[in-house]
Antibody, heavy 119, light 108 residues
Framework: QLQESGPGLVRTSDTLSLTCSVF??????????WGWIRQSPGKGLEWIGS???????YYNPSLKSRVTMSVDTSKNQFSLNLTSVNAADTAMYFC?????????????WGQGILVPVSS | DIVLTQSPDTVSLSPGERVTLSCRAS???????LAWYQQRPGQAPRLLIY???NRASGIPDRFSGSGSGTDFTLTIRSLEAADFAVYYC?????????FGQGTRLEIK
């Protein structure tokens, strides 16, 4: 089970910061990666990035310059930072477990968190 | 880049009927790395099918996937009320994900 948390509103040009807590299993389990996906009405589902418990990260090239992901194995959590946000970053943000390999199927999802970006 | 095109955009059917949804890739998909997800209103997507035809854990056998190369289908037989949702296909590994635009399955 995964659960996203973060602010309910982010101001334009600020940094969006979200955390995903993993329950019922270890984030350090071998063979699983962890990812962020967002969904907005205009662009559908968009993969943001993924990481492994070791800290190795993989980012969407279109967002790479603004994205940083990190993992805290002691808290069984991983996080997303998206800098210099604008209205186009308004979306539902989901965290998910990635199975089998780095770009594997997304076999478990959090419920999502809506993040509006407003000036 | 590969583009996934789903059809139809919307389909209206009644409970008990059978439906086949299509996902077409602009280039051949290697290794059949194609997944299907169901998204009910207000919920996160749920993995239904991976590797084109393998049901994910807990998915009833009313759901089946098939296809290879550029053409993939998801079939749902004997539709139930909970099946009316949006369905997405997704291309995965070894390259970053590509999602289709989705097909809305609505009650007639």
């Amino acid at each position: 089970q995964l659960q996203e948390s973060g602010p309910g509103l982010v101001r334009t040009s600020d940094t969006l910061s979200l955390t995903c807590s993993v329950f019922g299993g270890s984030i350090s389990s071998r063979g699983f990666y962890w990812g962020w996906i967002r969904q907005s009405p205009g662009k559908g589902l968009e993969w943001i990035g993924s990481l492994y418990y070791s800290g190795r990260t993989y980012y969407n090239p279109s967002l790479k310059s603004r994205v940083t992901m990190s993992v805290d194995t002691s808290k069984n959590q991983f996080s997303l930072n998206l800098t210099s946000v604008n209205a186009a970053d308004t979306a539902m943000y989901f965290c998910a477990r990635v199975s089998r390999f780095v770009y594997g199927p997304l076999d478990s999802w959090g419920q999502g968190i809506l993040v509006p970006v407003s000036s | 880049d590969i583009v996934l095109t789903q059809s139809p955009d919307t389909v209206s059917l009644s409970p008990g009927e059978r439906v086949t949804l299509s996902c077409r890739a602009s280039q051949s998909v290697s290794g059949n790395n194609l997944a299907w997800y169901q998204q009910r209103p207000g919920q996160a997507p749920r993995l239904l099918i991976y590797a084109a035809s393998n049901r994910a854990s807990g998915i009833p056998d009313r759901f089946s996937g098939s296809g290879s190369g550029t053409d993939f289908t998801l079939t749902i037989r004997s539709l139930e009320a909970a099946d009316f949702a949006v369905y997405y296909c997704q291309l995965y590994g070894p390259s970053p994900y590509i999602f289709g635009q989705g097909t809305r399955l609505e009650i007639k």
